[in-house]
């Protein structure tokens, strides 16, 4: 069975920094693109980041990118998200994606971790 566990949620005062970790379980991990996505309330799904294999070359949505780093650990079968020099404007639910497709109905997620920042 193909599992998406995501960690390390919380509350943060405003310029802290969290590290999100997502453990991958039931498929060729180091194979697959990976991303996050967040949902703030009220609000829809929105891309944050996308990591590739092999090379691990990546890609940020500009509102983090200089603030939050993907990373992945192919021999751990574990994604991270390393965000810093966070806002209220990054509160939202985390979800680890298999893939970049996150808009598609049939894309494999976690079941998302809880950041809440305040100022």
């Known amino acids: 069975e193909v599992q998406l566990v995501e960690s390390g949620g919380g509350r943060v005062q405003s310029g802290g920094s969290l590290r999100l970790t997502c453990a991958a379980s039931?498929?060729?991990?180091?194979?697959?693109?990976m991303s996050w996505a967040r949902q703030a309330p009220g609000k829809g799904l929105e891309w944050v980041a996308t990591?590739?294999?092999?090379?691990?070359?990546?890609d940020y949505d500009s509102s983090v990118r200089g603030r939050f780093t993907i990373s992945r650990d192919d021999a751990k079968k574990t994604l991270y998200l390393l965000m810093d020099r966070l806002n209220p404007g990054d509160t939202a639910v985390y979800y680890c994606?298999?893939?970049?497709?996150?808009?598609?109905?049939?894309?494999?997620r976690g079941q998302g971790t809880q950041v809440t920042v305040s100022s």
């Open positions: 039931g498929f060729t991990f180091d194979r697959f693109t």
């Open positions: 990591i590739y294999p092999l090379t691990h070359n990546t």
């Open positions: 994606f298999r893939g970049d497709q996150i808009h598609d109905s049939n894309a494999i």
